[in-house]
């Protein structure tokens, strides 16, 4: 399926890509296909400095696949809360599912906003807990 056939079966969905790079997004695709990832959370100041809505509970995510933008899998947003990156929670940080503890979690996820327009322990993140409505590739 092409990202347009995919706008017309969702539409008002938003398109996006998990990751910084493609073996990042193969990754955790293949967590959400597994039922593993269930959460993700995006820098505060990635919305305002681009402009984007926030998340909302309801609101279909078409994911891509990072090289080519083809639609990977539709996922739905469960809940979204704002919170500092160090007042994420144990419960949160394992649905993301990439990580066994917290503490590396933590180490990840800093790595991944220091590449990604910096980071600081009090910085706001979007956190967010979905479902997997289709995965394109099945």
């Given at each position: ?10 539409p008002?969905?938003s398109?996006?890509?998990f990751?910084?790079?493609?073996i ?6 293949a ?10 959370c ?19 995510y078409?994911a ?5 933008q083809?639609?990977?899998l ?9 919170k500092?990156f160090?007042d994420?929670d144990?419960?949160f940080?394992?649905d ?10 933590q ?9 990604n ?9 979007v956190?967010e ?5 289709e995965?394109?590739?099945?």
């Amino acid at each position: 399926m092409d990202i347009e056939k995919a706008l017309e079966k969702y539409p008002g969905a938003s398109i996006f890509d998990f990751g910084d790079s493609k073996i990042l997004s193969d990754e955790l695709l293949a967590l959400v296909r597994k039922g593993k990832k269930t959460a993700t959370c995006v820098a505060l100041r990635d919305y305002i400095s681009e402009k984007e809505k926030l998340p909302e509970v309801g609101r279909q995510y078409i994911a891509v696949n990072y090289e080519d933008q083809s639609p990977a899998l539709v996922v739905e947003i469960t809940e979204v809360t704002q919170k500092r990156f160090c007042d994420v929670d144990e419960e949160f940080a394992l649905d993301e599912g990439e990580n066994e503890t917290l503490a590396e979690w933590q180490l990840d996820h800093q790595s991944y906003f220091e590449r990604n327009g910096g980071f600081d322990k009090n910085m706001m993140v979007v956190c967010e807990r979905f479902i997997l409505i289709e995965d394109f590739e099945q």
